[in-house]
């Protein structure tokens, strides 16, 4: 069982920047695929970005340019670095976790961004 923790939620300015941080219960460089997603209410689950371990990258284009996803391996943790948010970026902010390209995800309890003045 991969245990995942989302936390660097919170309220922002539109315009603003926020980090998420996804701290993860094992080795990282062990796991095949870490994800991004988001939900906003009344909306389905939405993919945003994901890195696996050959080193593959890929963004959603309603964020392509504006969010990075990145990985400490050291920290076993994986980022998602956020700019220039706007308020349709408002959602509950969730890291995901695969062991293998066709295994099921591991999730985390997500964490809450409101863009908003």
């Known amino acids: 069982q991969v245990q995942l923790v989302e936390s660097g939620g919170g309220l922002v300015q539109p315009g603003g920047s926020l980090r998420l941080s996804c701290a993860v219960s094992e080795s990282i460089a062990s796991l095949y695929r870490l994800a991004w997603y988001r939900q906003a209410p009344g909306k389905q689950r939405e993919f945003l970005a994901f890195w696996t371990r050959v080193n593959m990258y890929a963004y959603t284009d309603s964020v392509r340019g504006r969010f990075t996803i990145s990985r400490d391996n050291a920290k076993n943790t994986v980022y998602l670095q956020m700019n220039s948010l706007k308020p349709e970026d408002t959602a509950v902010y969730y890291c995901?976790?695969?062991?293998?390209?066709?295994?099921?995800?591991?999730w985390g309890q997500g964490t809450q961004v409101t863009v908003s003045t």
């Open positions: 995901s976790a695969r062991r293998g390209p066709q295994t099921d995800d591991y």
